[in-house]
């Protein structure tokens, strides 16, 4: 888990560099150093119960720590989206900023899809509000990542693959 949220970190101050609105960028930011510090915590929690046992109070601190992880990993994720949509940057020659781009453009274009399709297809009420009810979600970075067999992921989609895992490699 300490490993995923640095992971999350990387993705997120590459993102955070490529953005093009400051806001978004500042926000993106303070989620992943957030995650930063969340799983740092983790790591030591997780040693400390390592070396003393099982004892109720650092099996609570552990739970604690591991669902803020997660809401902290959701935050970036959220952030993420937001600089997704506003708009992003060109990368920089770097593989794993590429990768990280890439990424996020087939995410942006699902989602430009749904919304499209939603438009065209959308049943509305007599208010002329969309009905929400059988609406498809639109889709999220989380979700475009659960759709990618385990194999894709690892694959590198940049011409000059680098030795060792990259941002892209693990679930975030």
């Keep these: 888990m300490v490993s995923d949220g640095q992971v999350v970190v990387k993705f997120g101050n590459i993102l955070a560099k490529q953005c093009l609105d400051q806001r978004c960028s500042r926000e993106l930011l303070r989620a992943t150093e957030h995650t930063q510090c969340i799983s740092s915590q983790l790591g030591i929690v997780a040693r400390v119960k390592a070396v003393t046992g099982e004892s109720k109070a650092s099996c609570e601190l552990l739970l604690s720590n591991v669902q803020s992880l997660i809401h902290a990993v959701q935050h970036v994720l959220r952030a993420a989206e937001a600089a997704c949509v506003t708009g992003l940057g060109q990368p920089s020659a770097d593989p794993e900023e590429e990768e990280v781009a890439a990424f996020c453009q087939q995410w942006r274009t699902k989602l430009t899809q749904h919304r499209a399709k939603e438009a065209l297809n959308s049943d509305r009420d007599e208010l002329g509000l969309r009905k929400t009810r059988g609406a498809k979600a639109e889709p999220t970075l989380m979700s475009l990542l659960q759709e990618q067999p385990p194999q894709s992921r690892n694959i590198p ?12 490699d693990r679930h975030l």
């Design 157 to 168: 989609k940049h011409p000059n693959p680098r030795k060792g895992p990259t941002v892209m």
